[in-house]
């Protein structure tokens, strides 16, 4: 088992910085893989970022990428979520996830409750 907690969301101007944290509880968040996705309202949700157990081979949907940047620090049981460039199409609320089916899957085990991101023109 394992909590998810996500942090950092907010207001940004168009063009401006966040950085997402997602704190996990338990002992084995390095055997993890983790992943960001976002909901808008109204939309489905949808995929963002995924990083491996180490941290070595990441993913991005295509539109974030260049742009956001995952990471993780296993020894502090976080994975972060690093948005430059932010548009305001990217505001929704953002989960943070762990254990996946599979690299490519969208079905992740465990979820945290959403952090809101709103990006204003």
């Known amino acids: 088992q394992v909590q998810l907690v996500e942090s950092g969301g907010g207001l940004v101007q168009a063009g401006g910085s966040l950085r997402l944290s997602c704190a996990a509880s338990g002992r084995t968040f390095s055997s993890y893989v983790m992943g960001w996705f976002r909901q808008a309202t109204g939309k489905e949700r949808e995929f963002v970022a995924a990083i491996s157990r180490s941290g070595g081979r990441t993913r991005y949907a295509d539109s974030v990428k260049g742009r956001f940047t995952i990471s993780r620090d296993n020894a502090k049981n976080v994975v972060y979520l690093q948005m430059n460039s932010l548009k305001p199409e990217d505001t929704a609320v953002y989960y943070c996830?762990?254990?996946?089916?599979?690299?490519?899957?969208?079905?992740?085990?465990?979820w945290g409750q959403g952090t809101q991101v709103t990006v204003s023109s």
């Open positions: 996830a762990a254990d996946p089916s599979g690299w490519y899957s969208r079905d992740y085990n465990y």
